[in-house]
């Protein structure tokens, strides 16, 4: 398989690429990131310079150079991850998610079209998406499956919806061997430190406050980041073309339970008095049109395709804490963006 992965240098797709890479010495796996404020080479040093991992800095809605990836690499299939992917950023600055997430994936499907259309045999087009498409639930025990009405509030998550939209319209009427899965919310190492968990991390480390979204009632549905690379990998191989798989934690926290749990175990971790970081906790003004409750029906991906998580919420996100106080250089160069300047002049 010659695999186009796109946005391999982001927080999911580091664990994507460098699983694949690993597992699939002879797949040719080509990684194409724009290696935004999000895309950090830094989160796959270790596989570098493994003869069947390939960097291509750019954008997925450059169609030129698309192309020449296609033609230079002959694509059999693409997983597809690049985004912009911050729901707050969405609210403050939509456009750009519209170009990214919509365009992009538009020229993406365009380009894979004009190379596979005359044998789609060996071929896969694989979209990542968001269990966000589904809108908000109530609280109680509702979950989305993969028939769950599209219903998307954010501007990140329409044009998540949109992209999913545009993914099976090219299954519909090119019959172009499509497949779509829509998680949870990941958590794990190389997170960028603007998402909830990443975030109170390091402001804990460094004693600031920890902003909570209104009463800290929203509920989330954790995945380890490991598990959704393990599923990515498991639908790549044996999905079938024109399904969609859901893929979720088990996990659900509000928020507030979950950030207070966060805070107990960093306490211990760092040796501070109980209590200590649960000070630190500030509400804040809400997320304008914050959606309510995310939580999955995965048995679908569980009866087909036996995938079914490893981590439990507890495991995960010890290990989780773990990797970031190992690793607090990561921390601050990100948040510095310090190798965000490094790699610009490496690859311009
Ligand atoms: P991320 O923001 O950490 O990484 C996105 C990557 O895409 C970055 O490396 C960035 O440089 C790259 N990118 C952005 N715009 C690009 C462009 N125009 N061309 C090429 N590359 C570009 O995102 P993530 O959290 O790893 O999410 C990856 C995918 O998974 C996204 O499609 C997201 O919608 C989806 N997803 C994320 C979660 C989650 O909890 N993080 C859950 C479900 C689905
Ligand atoms: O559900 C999958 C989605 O999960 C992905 O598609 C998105 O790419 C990913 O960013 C994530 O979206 P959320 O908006 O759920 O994640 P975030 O970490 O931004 O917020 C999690 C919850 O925590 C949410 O209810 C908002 C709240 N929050 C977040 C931040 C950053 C706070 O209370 N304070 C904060 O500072």
Redesign the pocket.
């Known amino acids: 398989m010659n695999i186009l992965i796109?946005?391999g240098?982001?927080?999911?797709?580091s664990h994507v690429v460098r699983r694949l890479v690993n597992k699939y010495p002879y797949d040719k796996i080509i990684n194409?990131?724009?290696?935004?404020y999000?895309?950090n080479l830094e989160n796959l040093k270790d596989i570098e310079s493994k003869s069947n991992y390939t960097f291509v800095k750019g954008?997925?809605?450059d169609e030129t150079l698309v192309d020449d990836i296609f033609k230079k690499y002959q694509i059999t299939h693409v997983v597809h991850?690049?985004?912009?992917?911050h729901v707050d950023r969405s609210i403050k600055d939509p456009l750009i998610f519209l170009k990214?997430n919509i365009l992009?994936t538009a020229n993406l499907l365009q380009v894979a079209k004009k190379h596979w259309a005359d044998d789609y045999a060996g071929k896969l087009f694989y979209h990542?998406?968001?269990d966000e498409v589904y809108g908000s639930l109530d609280m109680g025990t509702d979950l989305f499956t993969e028939e769950t009405p599209y219903d998307p509030r954010s501007p990140y998550s329409a044009s998540?919806a949109s992209s999913d939209h545009l993914v099976r319209a090219f299954y519909h009427t090119y019959h172009m061997p499509v497949v779509i899965s829509n998680?949870?919310?990941?958590y794990g190492p190389n997170h960028?430190p603007e998402k909830l968990i990443p975030l109170f991390i390091n402001n804990i480390i460094q004693k600031k406050p920890l902003p909570v979204y209104g009463k800290g009632e929203n509920v989330r549905d954790w995945l380890y980041v490991e598990d959704h690379a393990r599923a990515i990998d498991i639908i790549l191989h044996k999905g079938k073309p024109g399904e969609t798989y859901n893929i979720g934690g088990h996990n659900e926290w509000t928020n507030i339970g979950l950030v207070s749990l966060v805070c107990d175990i960093m306490d211990k971790k760092l040796g501070r008095l109980a209590g200590e970081s649960r000070n630190l906790i500030t509400y804040v003004t809400d997320r304008a049109g914050h959606d309510l409750r995310y939580a999955i029906d995965a048995s679908k991906i569980k009866n087909e395709l036996a995938w079914v998580p490893h981590e439990t919420f507890e495991t995960g996100i010890e290990k989780t804490i773990d990797w970031y106080l190992a690793n607090e250089t990561w921390l601050k160069n990100v948040t510095s963006g310090a190798y965000q300047a490094y790699y610009d002049k490496m690859y311009h």
């Open positions: 796109t946005g240098a982001g927080f999911i797709g194409l990131d724009a290696l935004t999000a895309g954008d997925i809605g991850l690049a985004a912009e992917s990214t992009g990542i998406s968001t998540k998680c949870s919310n990941n960028f």
